[in-house]
């Protein structure tokens, strides 16, 4: 004996796993949020409401704009040098030479390595001391401090307030290799009669790269940016492992998303916390809305 | 477009009842483990795993044994206090959490743990009666002159008691004594005052083609307490009486323009390179133990690290230099710190939870514990072979600094995590010599006293204003 079903009713009952997950562990946690970000609430006692003191509070909360500076430069940096690298790999990587298929997994590889382990790898490599990136920066300066007398040596990375940051930039190029796989499979998809009549018209490799390729992959570029956007803003895991709960000297490597997690557990300020959330929410969703506005003018949709 | 319907038979319909089945059989809820039937089953949340967690697991066990009523559970937790905050706040705690003394005022301001002499007071008597016919102990009670003062004020904020004392500890000056024979010194006399440590720590200090090869002491090894350094030089943090921040007193200048005479002596640069050659902690990297640095300020716990990795270190231990004008052998400064257990709000099964609680006061188990862990007892009256049992040479220096009414703990304010913080933050500036400390210390008391104002401000707005 069979009953039948409608047809929305079994979409809806395989969609439902999903939807009650949304439901339960998303919306309604987006919303309270929102209301706790008017509170003041510490979780251990019930939310009084306070408008938007929290959001005000902001403006005069030196810490929040420490953490402002820091993710944007991050963010200015690391999104377009890891944009910039990612494109160089993948069409030196597209190229047909022995082995790519060997350069294309060690370019990959380092993106699914566990986060604490490529944090406690490169606190090593960062060490100042003992480090390796000083090691061969040492080796290098040594040739040059004899012949002129100067006293170079690699700085102390992860120490001193001013190389945390080139640190952290440095280090994020380590997993260009998700955008690199994303960015072949567009060089892949770049029509070869392009590059054909590109050629007859005398075009050299640097000119077909810049007229020919990096128009085709513009949008793949765009949805790798606001990818990295995103990410950016909420960098989180690495420099907490890496520095500590203040994020080095000075603040150096603190971001806004290491801030808005003290706020709400270690400091016991929900309400604010939640503010900074929405606040962090509204700078992605302006950012994304600010690429794709500019993207107009450089991002090339080829015809279906 | 048309709508189809589809067909779900009854075979494939009970397939998937089944498979739910199954999956709930294997990933859902536990019974209560191991425990045997008809115990009421308590769970205990603690922070404490490998050898620190076996010792509370030998009192768990040796409770679980002693009667037939309850059964307690351990859990070791990552960062517990947070958790615990968690559970708390959506009802669902355990009977019992181990928090550290810090976190007591927030969690006692905010009715977060049941205050102990609520319990007492439901359940004192009967439990008492049991102990008595159990362990021979009659009338037993958390009283305070089972305790040192330092040891029951900890287990207090605002005078209500909020957890009992698990383990306790306090910070000496912790020197390798080989270093000091190497160095000319007599192992056996430690810097008493400021002024000698300087001595000292420029004899042992070891440089060697403009780097350095030993720091004869270093105030940024472990780092853990950036912001301690001023109570030697008859300091304090924080005024609980007027609720004030104090970073920016002429004491606290005092003992910051000291550290910053280190980074001018020796250099920052050197100094801050030197220092990211340590290892972690837990390692025999640490800088203590791989020679790097001669003396440090410690906790008594250092000798597990040193026992494991370096067994056979010849190491001395003395309550930390002072300023001249304080120095009193017989009421040394040092920091006090406590891991404490308590009841959270809404414990499914307070009795019991006080039970096992009261279970962990009595002497034996306290210092059993205590030796477990290598730290000092927090009893006013340690049992006589008590040091002779203990694995850290030098107990009797924590103990009695344990016992001294000169003894500090942490800042007693909700706000002493950001004020924490606003030191661990700004200590570069001081160290890297920035920035004259008074200025520094300036901004620290100016944004730590906005915190103490916001948690000032919510308890009134909460509680109405303290009597």
Redesign the interface.
């Known amino acids: 004996m069979t009953r039948r079903v409608p047809e929305w009713m079994v979409g809806l009952a395989f969609v439902s796993p999903w939807l009650i997950g949304f439901l339960a562990f998303m919306a309604l946690p987006i919303g309270m949020s929102l209301y706790y970000s008017m509170t003041q609430y510490t979780m251990l006692e019930p939310p009084i409401w306070v408008g938007m003191d929290n959001y005000t509070a902001m403006a005069g909360d030196r810490v929040f704009w420490t953490v402002m500076k820091n993710t944007t430069i991050y963010a200015l940096v690391a999104i377009p040098l890891g944009t910039i690298i990612a494109v160089i790999l993948a069409a030196l990587l597209s190229a047909k030479v022995r082995f790519q298929s060997f350069f294309r997994a060690a370019v990959f590889v380092p993106t699914i390595v566990p986060l604490v382990a490529t944090a406690m790898v490169w606190m090593w490599l960062f060490n100042g001391e003992l480090g390796l990136i000083n090691i061969a920066l040492d080796a290098c300066f040594r040739p040059i401090n004899a012949l002129f007398g100067t006293d170079l040596a690699g700085p102390n990375w992860l120490g001193s307030a001013q190389w945390v940051m080139p640190a952290l930039i440095l280090m994020s190029f380590w997993t260009v290799g998700q955008a690199v796989v994303i960015y072949i499979a567009a060089l892949k998809d770049v029509p070869e009669v392009l590059y054909e009549a590109a050629e007859i018209d005398g075009i050299g490799v640097v000119g077909k790269f810049v007229h020919v390729t990096l128009p085709m992959i513009s949008p793949v570029i765009l949805f790798n940016v606001i990818i990295g956007i995103i990410n950016t803003w909420q960098i989180f895991a690495v420099p907490y492992i890496m520095l500590g709960t203040t994020g080095a000297a000075k603040r150096s490597g603190y971001f806004y998303t290491m801030y808005l997690y003290d706020k709400a557990f270690p400091f016991g300020e929900m309400g604010y916390a939640s503010a900074l959330a929405w606040v962090q929410l509204m700078i992605i969703l302006a950012l994304t809305g600010l690429t794709f506005v500019v993207s107009k003018k450089f991002v090339y949709y080829r015809a279906a | 477009m048309t ?8 075979r494939a319909a009970l397939g998937a009842l089944g498979a739910a089945g199954l999956g709930f059989a294997i990933f859902g809820p536990r019974r209560a483990g191991d425990a045997p039937p008809g115990r009421v089953v308590i769970d205990y949340w603690e922070k404490w795993t490998g050898q620190e967690g076996d010792a509370m697991r030998r009192v768990i066990d040796a409770f679980n044994r002693s009667q037939d009523r309850v059964w307690v559970r351990y859990f070791a937790q990552s ?1 517990i ?2 958790k615990a ?2 559970s ?2 959506g009802d669902d705690p355990p009977a019992l959490v181990g928090l550290w003394d810090f976190a007591l005022p ?2 006692v301001e ?3 743990v049941i205050p102990l002499a609520d319990l007492d007071a439901e359940f004192g008597d009967e439990i008492a009666r049991d102990f008595a016919s159990r362990y021979g102990v009659p009338d037993f009670r958390l009283r305070r002159e089972q305790y040192t003062a330092p040891a029951w004020e900890l287990m207090h904020h605002d005078g209500v008691m909020g957890g009992v004392v698990s383990t306790c500890s306090s910070m000496a000056y912790y020197y390798d004594r080989a270093a000091y024979r190497d160095a000319g010194l007599d192992p056996d006399a430690p810097p008493r005052t400021i002024r000698e440590l300087d001595e000292h720590a420029e004899r042992l200090t070891v440089m060697r083609d403009g780097t350095v090869e030993r720091a004869g002491f270093l105030h940024r090894e472990p780092g853990w307490w950036n912001w301690l350094w001023g109570y030697f030089f008859g300091g304090t943090l924080y005024d609980r009486a007027k609720e004030t921040a104090l970073a920016s007193s002429a004491e606290n200048v005092r003992a910051y323009e000291w550290l910053q005479s280190y980074p001018e002596k020796y250099g920052t ?1 050197r100094l ?6 340590f290892g972690g902690y837990n390692s025999a990297q640490q800088a203590i133990l791989s020679g790097k640095v001669a003396s440090v300020l410690h906790g008594p716990f250092l000798v597990n690290v040193i026992d494991r990795f370096k067994p056979g270190m010849d190491y001395g231990a003395a309550p930390f230099p002072v300023a001249d004008e304080i120095y009193d052998p017989d009421r040394p400064i040092g920091l006090v710190e406590a891991d404490t257990i308590c009841v959270p709000r809404g414990c499914p099964h307070p009795r019991e939870a006080y039970e096992f609680l009261l279970f962990t006061q009595l002497p034996r188990n306290i210092e059993a514990l205590a030796i477990d862990h290598a730290k000092p007892t927090p009893l006013a009256t340690p049992s006589p072979d008590f040091a002779r049992r203990h694995p850290n040479k030098a107990i009797a220096v924590h103990n009695k600094l344990m016992a001294s009414d000169r003894a500090f703990p942490k800042p007693e304010t ?1 706000a002493w ?2 004020f924490e ?1 606003e030191f ?3 200590i ?2 001081m160290w ?1 010599l920035t920035r004259p400390a008074a200025d520094v210390l300036a901004d620290i008391d100016a ?1 730590a006293q906005r915190f103490i104002d916001i948690v000032v401000e ?1 308890r009134e ?2 509680y109405g204003a303290k009597s």
Do not use: H, M, V
């Not at chain 2, 709508?3 to 009854?10: D, G, L, M, V």
């Not at chain 2, 801050?272 to 050659?277: D, E, K, L, V, Y």
């Open positions: 709508s189809q319907a589809q067909t779900i038979t009854r960062a206090d947070q905050l968690i708390i706040a927030a969690f905010s009715r977060a640069q801050t390179a030197f220092q990211s050659g909700r995590p950001q913080a661990n933050a700004e570069t500036t890297e944004r919510r707005r909460r």
